[in-house]
């Protein structure tokens, strides 16, 4: 049995070299789980067969499952494929939709094709980007960018959440303080920085929570 490459997959007749080969409970099987289209032939005979969509999907995932190579999929390994695909977006004139083979060219040297699709598959998977996927096909064939994509590599704003704004806030504490020459501002930043830790995030957040609340009317 093999996948062919047609659109419309025309009826071929399998080749049967001995009963071990091909087991009319096999092909049986495969047809009542809408794997096959099967002719029916002479009694005890097998007819010209043909996959249908959903047996060459199957066939495709199998042949990815068994032919995957292990693929660094932590933050570290993916961002740069999100940076990639970043900028080929960016280079689409009038469009939103960048090729995947744009990507893959881009990051050939850095990472195989293979890993380059895996990486979008789990960008897909957390928000960042869609893929324009095709029945059959091993890899994507555009990629479009989600917010969140922007918002990591560009720099755009985001929802921020009451813990959010508190972790910005002590950054901004310990910026000062990194920043400022005056020993007395430096003490009251310290000190104003301890007071908060000492309330403690999740109290602070509710706090700043509730008092965008009333700011607001909600």
Same mark, same amino acid.
């Given at each position: 049995m093999f996948i062919q490459n $047609?659109?419309?997959?025309?009826? #071929?007749? +399998?080749?049967?070299? %001995?009963?071990?080969?091909?087991?009319?409970?096999?092909?049986?099987?495969?047809? $009542?789980?809408?794997?096959?289209? #099967?002719? +029916?032939?002479?009694? %005890?005979?097998?007819g010209p067969f043909r996959l249908t969509e959903a047996g060459r999907a199957e066939a495709v995932r199998l042949a990815r499952s068994t032919t995957r190579q292990p693929v660094d999929l932590s933050w570290e390994a993916v961002r740069p494929v999100l940076v990639v695909a970043v900028a080929a977006v960016e280079r689409v004139v009038g469009g939103e939709l960048a090729a995947f083979d744009d990507i893959a060219r881009d990051l050939a040297g850095v990472m195989p094709r293979g890993s380059a699709g895996r990486a979008l598959e789990t960008l897909r998977d957390n928000g960042y980007v869609?893929?324009?996927e095709e029945m059959g096909n091993d890899e994507p064939l555009e990629v479009r960018l989600l917010p969140p994509a922007l918002q990591e590599v560009r720099g755009w704003p985001g929802p921020m959440s009451a813990e959010g704004v508190v972790e910005r806030l002590f950054e901004a504490l310990d910026r000062a303080i990194a920043?400022?020459?005056?020993?007395?501002?430096?003490?009251?930043?310290?000190?104003?920085?301890?007071?908060?830790?000492?309330?403690?995030?999740?109290?602070?957040?509710?706090?700043?929570?509730?008092?965008?609340?009333?700011?607001?009317?909600?």
């Open positions: $047609e659109e419309h997959p025309v009826f #071929v007749e +399998p080749h049967v070299e %001995g009963h071990e080969t091909m087991l009319p409970g096999t092909m049986r099987a495969l047809a $009542e789980a809408g794997y096959l289209d #099967v002719d +029916p032939g002479a009694p %005890g005979e097998f869609e893929l324009v920043a400022t020459e005056d020993e007395t501002q430096i003490s009251r930043l310290i000190k104003l920085r301890a007071a908060a830790s000492d309330v403690g995030k999740s109290v602070l957040a509710g706090a700043i929570l509730t008092a965008g609340k009333a700011a607001t009317g909600v």
